[in-house]
Protein backbone atom coordinates (compact mmCIF):
# COMPACT_ATOMS: atom_id res chain seq x y z
CA UNK A 1 0.00 0.00 0.00
CA UNK A 2 1.43 3.31 -0.88
CA UNK A 3 1.48 6.14 1.72
CA UNK A 4 2.69 9.95 1.64
CA UNK A 5 2.74 11.68 4.72
CA UNK A 6 3.54 14.95 5.09
CA UNK A 7 5.07 16.76 8.09
CA UNK A 8 6.62 19.95 9.04
CA UNK A 9 3.75 22.62 8.61
CA UNK A 10 2.85 24.70 11.68
CA UNK A 11 2.54 28.16 12.51
CA UNK A 12 5.11 30.99 11.33
CA UNK A 13 5.29 34.70 11.52
CA UNK A 14 5.49 36.66 7.86
CA UNK A 15 9.15 36.71 6.49
CA UNK A 16 9.80 33.55 8.21
CA UNK A 17 10.38 29.98 6.62
CA UNK A 18 9.22 26.45 7.26
CA UNK A 19 10.77 22.91 5.35
CA UNK A 20 7.84 20.64 4.74
CA UNK A 21 8.46 16.68 4.17
CA UNK A 22 6.73 14.08 2.28
CA UNK A 23 7.72 10.71 3.06
CA UNK A 24 6.75 8.21 1.17
CA UNK A 25 6.35 4.34 0.95
CA UNK A 26 4.67 1.37 -0.44
CA UNK A 27 6.93 0.77 -3.54
CA UNK A 28 9.29 1.65 -6.06
CA UNK A 29 8.99 6.20 -7.38
CA UNK A 30 11.63 6.11 -9.57
CA UNK A 31 9.37 6.66 -12.10
CA UNK A 32 7.10 8.77 -10.56
CA UNK A 33 7.11 13.09 -10.41
CA UNK A 34 6.17 14.27 -6.83
CA UNK A 35 4.37 17.52 -6.57
CA UNK A 36 3.66 20.12 -3.84
CA UNK A 37 -0.02 21.87 -3.80
CA UNK A 38 -2.00 23.95 -1.33
CA UNK A 39 -5.29 24.53 -0.26
CA UNK A 40 -7.23 27.65 1.32
CA UNK A 41 -10.48 27.20 3.03
CA UNK A 42 -13.05 27.99 0.48
CA UNK A 43 -10.51 27.74 -2.55
CA UNK A 44 -8.90 25.09 -4.97
CA UNK A 45 -5.80 22.85 -4.97
CA UNK A 46 -3.15 24.85 -6.16
CA UNK A 47 -0.11 23.63 -7.69
CA UNK A 48 3.08 25.29 -5.53
CA UNK A 49 6.49 22.98 -7.15
CA UNK A 50 7.21 19.40 -8.48
CA UNK A 51 9.91 16.98 -8.93
CA UNK A 52 11.36 14.54 -10.89
CA UNK A 53 12.56 11.46 -9.10
CA UNK A 54 14.78 10.33 -12.04
CA UNK A 55 16.37 13.26 -13.76
CA UNK A 56 16.64 16.04 -11.67
CA UNK A 57 13.94 18.55 -12.95
CA UNK A 58 11.57 21.12 -11.09
CA UNK A 59 9.38 22.93 -12.06
CA UNK A 60 7.65 26.03 -9.81
CA UNK A 61 4.35 28.23 -9.42
CA UNK A 62 4.83 31.95 -9.77
CA UNK A 63 3.79 32.45 -6.63
CA UNK A 64 6.25 30.82 -4.75
CA UNK A 65 9.56 31.39 -7.73
CA UNK A 66 12.46 32.72 -6.53
CA UNK A 67 11.35 32.13 -2.44
CA UNK A 68 10.50 28.30 -2.40
CA UNK A 69 13.48 25.28 -3.11
CA UNK A 70 11.72 21.69 -3.57
CA UNK A 71 14.33 18.60 -3.33
CA UNK A 72 14.15 14.95 -3.10
CA UNK A 73 16.39 12.28 -0.76
CA UNK A 74 16.40 9.20 -2.66
CA UNK A 75 18.03 7.44 -0.07
CA UNK A 76 15.51 8.43 2.38
CA UNK A 77 12.58 8.69 -0.45
CA UNK A 78 11.43 11.92 0.62
CA UNK A 79 10.44 15.07 -0.81
CA UNK A 80 11.08 18.67 0.65
CA UNK A 81 9.49 21.81 -0.12
CA UNK A 82 11.76 24.69 1.66
CA UNK A 83 9.47 28.10 1.89
CA UNK A 84 11.11 31.55 2.45
CA UNK A 85 10.04 34.89 3.28
CA UNK A 86 6.29 33.27 3.85
CA UNK A 87 3.18 35.67 3.80
CA UNK A 88 -0.09 35.28 5.10
CA UNK A 89 -1.72 34.20 1.82
CA UNK A 90 0.16 31.10 1.62
CA UNK A 91 -1.53 30.34 4.59
CA UNK A 92 -3.22 26.53 3.24
CA UNK A 93 -3.07 23.35 3.91
CA UNK A 94 0.05 21.76 1.87
CA UNK A 95 -0.23 18.58 0.27
CA UNK A 96 2.21 16.27 -1.30
CA UNK A 97 1.08 13.86 -4.70
CA UNK A 98 2.91 11.50 -6.60
CA UNK A 99 2.23 11.35 -10.27
CA UNK A 100 3.42 9.39 -13.38
CA UNK A 101 3.20 12.46 -16.12
CA UNK A 102 5.44 15.33 -15.70
CA UNK A 103 4.07 17.04 -18.43
CA UNK A 104 0.95 17.74 -16.47
CA UNK A 105 2.60 17.89 -13.14
CA UNK A 106 0.60 21.07 -12.39
CA UNK A 107 -2.68 19.61 -12.66
CA UNK A 108 -4.07 17.72 -9.52
CA UNK A 109 -5.73 15.27 -11.75
CA UNK A 110 -2.13 13.67 -12.84
CA UNK A 111 -1.51 12.71 -9.42
CA UNK A 112 -2.43 9.10 -8.53
CA UNK A 113 -1.58 9.44 -4.90
CA UNK A 114 -2.00 12.14 -2.38
CA UNK A 115 -0.78 12.34 1.05
CA UNK A 116 -3.18 13.74 4.31
CA UNK A 117 -1.83 17.77 3.83
CA UNK A 118 -0.21 19.55 6.48
CA UNK A 119 -1.27 23.15 8.11
CA UNK A 120 0.89 25.94 7.01
CA UNK A 121 -0.38 29.03 8.76
CA UNK A 122 1.43 32.81 8.76
CA UNK A 123 0.72 35.34 10.61
CA UNK A 124 1.09 39.42 9.73
Known amino acids: QVQLVESGGGLVQAKGSLRLSCAAS????????FGWFRQAPGKERDFVAAIRWGPTSSFYADSVKGRSAISRDNAEDTVYLQLNNLEPEDTAVYYC?????????????????WGQGTQVTVSS
Open 26 to 33: GRNFSNYA
Open 97 to 113: GAALYWRTVFQTSSYEY
